[in-house]
């Protein structure tokens, strides 16, 4: 006989039951004839009592193990107790659907047995016996402690997959839970992003099914509170890794509107119990952050991870903003088209200095002697540091090394202060950090950027009040360091109508602005948004700041994302499934060079970007190199060690359009590039070379592309 195969039982006091054949001897059934007593006295430990009650006793068949959990469901009324008769008991069912469970491996303690007790047609007592789990926790515990403690996307990635594996082979057994909030599925922590022994409890409302259909499981995973770009990811998970199918999304979009209106409505249909909650500011918690303080940071991209679609992100947002940016931007309308139709005069007219305008960022990561290495090929070349207030002190520790490194070999340093939601849960910690940053740091950067990203709200800023908190002790660090130059906002993309608002409610507290000015989604930067392309935004950002009586435009990060990264591009938010089709955004490591090089001309030749720092020197999905398994150069790098070695040390003069190609002069060098394919003369007495500083030979012309060409004086 198996050892879980269950006997009936009949117990005195008018007990019956189940018990599997591996506990079923003449001294466990005396020892459950007790057991009603010994659950009220002090042998038994409580754990759990709302509904029912839960406790854990020592196993009488092995006094030194575990244990076993006993499940005392409250008596049911009349009419329900009448239907169990039928149907079985909670107890009974449970005890029944755990052995299907165990039998096929899918996720269930070991069941030991059940008993209870009727009077007619009541039942009055019902017990449910399984192994007591120890060290076990639950998916919502877990996927908490790590967004309140280690908000990491692997991680929690890593965390999901379990449970969706673990969910797919419960269905495809064929049980339906019915009851799947993540409360109800346990699992053992057993490393730093390891999980083990998935077992599902509550299981009295599941179905036995020949096969579980996708409504049934949908009406399953809808329960799951799954941040919703997370909630995507779980079900390709859950489908390995493929297609979500049409029939399941729709299901399931049904069943979460369902709950949704269930949840939403209860006020209505429990207005006494509403009532009393909010007279006495009750909060009924899971202990789980809400999704729009949830924010976890995605290492292979750099950045943090998207957590939920961008319609639940509108839910959020503060819609008094609207009203806030609109007001804003057109008071201050006048103003900046006035200074931005006269700026558009001044592009390029006058001659600009490169030294020191062109730098890259760079990551403090443990190999930082590689990356000073590396470095050494661009000798002096401006570098901007992160500092980041999720790493907190230990983060200040390593930029203070990296920055003293920096600093030792020739390179003006400056510096990003990086936040995340907790600066706005907890500001307190957040100026206190930002004083530390300060204090440590400020004898040797020049550049300070305070806040990033701040329009996008997976940077953990959702409106604009909360964007302006972060700058509230920001004047008494310029009171203290007046020798800093401090920039900011850091709005993203070409979203400045953010800035209105922003600069208006931050006069005094900076000296120039500041904006990670993407172009990628139009290709080239000499591709037009509208009546904008890389040169006329430049304009408008500087017309901005001057608007705002403010020194100067800086874009302190930028790049495009390249092809084949996989999981490590920017774009892929920190998942790719099997049908995973890339972005037609993605650029080669060619074109992604001669963007890089034409970037920098546009914006710093055409003299409305004061400085452009490149995002970043080593990353898989968009750096100059790629930074898995080491640094290894790409054409960007030597494209940017061709710049800093030419035009970088030299002073622009001016620029013309001819033979279908846009020249740029400076004092010793010319570079060309063309939009289109043509031929271009070459200039008499010129050393010629390529965009990474391999030698040309030319005859009188030269075929020209998209890629810059040098010619040395």
């Given amino acids: 006989?198996?050892?879980?195969?269950?006997?009936?039982?009949?117990?005195?006091?008018?007990?019956?039951?189940?018990?599997?054949?591996?506990?079923?001897?003449?001294?466990?059934?005396?020892?459950?004839?007790?057991?009603?007593?010994?659950?009220?006295?002090?042998?038994?430990?409580?754990?759990?009592?709302?509904?029912?009650?839960?406790?854990?006793?020592?196993?009488?068949?092995?006094?030194?193990?575990?244990?076993?959990?006993?499940?005392?469901?409250?008596?049911?009324?009349?009419?329900?107790?009448?239907?169990?008769?039928?149907?079985?008991?909670?107890?009974?069912?449970?005890?029944?659907?755990?052995?299907?469970?165990?039998?096929?491996?899918?996720?269930a303690t070991e069941p030991i047995g059940y008993f209870e007790r009727w009077q007619g047609l009541r039942l009055v007592e019902c017990y449910l016996l399984t192994r007591f789990l120890e060290d076990s926790t639950d998916l919502y515990s877990?996927?908490?402690?790590?967004?309140?403690?280690?908000?990491?996307?692997?991680?929690?990635?890593?965390?999901?997959?379990?449970?969706?594996?673990?969910?797919?082979?419960?269905?495809?057994?064929?049980?339906?839970?019915?009851?799947?909030?993540?409360?109800?599925?346990?699992?053992?922590?057993?490393?730093?992003?390891?999980w083990a022994d998935p077992v599902f409890i509550d299981l009295n409302r599941g179905d036995l099914l020949p096969s579980v259909s996708l409504r049934a499981r949908a009406r399953d995973l809808a329960k799951l509170e799954i941040p919703s770009h997370f909630r995507r990811i779980f079900f390709q998970m859950y489908f390995d890794d493929g297609a979500i199918p049409r029939e399941f999304a729709r299901w399931e979009n049904w069943q979460r509107l369902r709950i949704t209106f269930h949840n939403e409505s209860r006020k209505y249909r429990h207005p006494i119990r509403h009532w009393i909650q909010s007279r006495r500011h009750i909060v009924i918690s899971t202990g789980r952050p809400s999704y729009r303080d949830t924010w976890l940071w995605d290492e292979k991209s750099g950045q943090p991870s998207v957590v939920l679609e961008s319609r639940d992100r509108r839910r959020y947002r503060h819609s008094s903003d609207l009203f806030r940016v609109a007001t804003a931007n057109l008071r201050g309308a006048p103003a900046l088209w006035k200074s931005y139709r006269e700026l558009r005069r001044q592009a390029y007219v006058q001659p600009v200095e490169l030294r020191d305008r062109f730098g890259l960022c760079v990551e403090v990561t443990s190999d930082f002697p590689s990356t000073l290495k590396v470095l050494a090929e661009v000798p002096g070349i401006p570098v901007l540091v992160r500092c980041y207030f999720s790493k907190g002190a230990a983060g200040i520790d390593a930029c203070a090394s990296a920055i003293a490194q920096l600093v030792e070999a020739g390179h003006e340093v400056s510096l990003g202060v990086i936040q995340s939601r907790r600066a706005i849960l907890a500001p307190a910690e957040w100026q206190a950090f930002l004083a530390e940053v300060f204090r440590r740091l400020h004898a040797q950067v020049r550049f300070v950027e305070i806040g990033h990203a701040v329009n996008r709200v997976k940077w953990g800023m959702w409106g604009i009040r909360e964007i302006v908190s972060l700058w509230e002790n920001v004047a008494e660090m310029r009171r203290l360091y007046p020798q800093l130059t401090i920039l900011g906002p850091a709005v993203n993309d070409f979203e400045y109508h953010y800035y209105a608002p922003l600069l208006s409610r931050m006069n005094g507290l900076l000296d120039g602005v500041s904006n990670h000015l993407y172009v990628d989604r139009r290709g080239a930067p000499e591709n037009f948004q509208g009546r904008f392309s890389l040169l006329e935004k430049c304009i408008l950002g500087r017309a901005m700041a001057e608007s705002h009586g403010l020194r100067g435009f800086y874009v302190t990060e930028t790049n495009w994302p390249l092809t084949g990264a996989g999981e490590h591009s920017p774009l892929a938010g920190a998942y790719t499934p099997k049908h995973y089709v890339e972005s037609a955004l993605h650029v080669d490591e060619s074109t992604y060079a001669a963007y890089m090089v034409r970037y920098a001309l546009i914006a710093l030749c055409s003299g409305m970007t004061e400085r452009v720092w490149w995002w970043r020197m080593a990353a898989r999905g968009y750096g100059l190199m790629d930074d898995v398994g080491g640094l290894t150069p790409r054409v960007a790098w030597r494209a940017l060690v061709q710049y800093h070695k030419t035009i970088g040390r030299d002073r622009f003069l001016r620029r013309e359009e001819r033979e279908g190609a846009i020249w740029w002069h400076f004092e010793k060098h010319i570079v060309v590039y063309a939009l289109a394919p043509t031929c271009a003369t070459v200039p008499a007495g010129c050393a010629c070379a390529d965009m990474e500083g391999q030698p040309l030979l030319a005859d009188g012309s030269l075929a020209v592309s998209g890629a810059p060409i040098y010619f040395s004086h």
């Avoid at 042998?43 to 009650?53: G, K, M, Q, S, V």
Wanted: aromatic share 6%; proline share 6%.
């Fill in 1 to 107: 006989m198996d050892d879980l195969s269950p006997s009936q039982i009949t117990l005195p006091g008018g007990y019956v039951g189940e018990l599997c054949a591996r506990h079923d001897t003449p001294a466990f059934r005396q020892w459950l004839a007790t057991l009603p007593a010994v659950l009220a006295g002090s042998e038994a430990r409580l754990i759990y009592r709302l509904r029912n009650r839960i406790y854990r006793v020592a196993d009488p068949s092995n006094p030194s193990g575990p244990g076993l959990c006993v499940k005392a469901f409250k008596a049911p009324p009349l009419l329900r107790a009448i239907h169990y008769r039928s149907v079985g008991s909670k107890a009974a069912r449970s005890h029944r659907f755990a052995l299907h469970l165990h039998a096929h491996g899918a996720g």
């Fill in 142 to 194: 877990e996927m908490s402690r790590l967004l309140r403690e280690d908000p990491d996307a692997e991680k929690y990635l890593a965390l999901l997959r379990f449970a969706a594996v673990a969910t797919r082979r419960m269905h495809d057994c064929g049980f339906a839970h019915n009851d799947l909030g993540g409360q109800n599925l346990l699992l053992r922590r057993t490393g730093d992003a390891a």
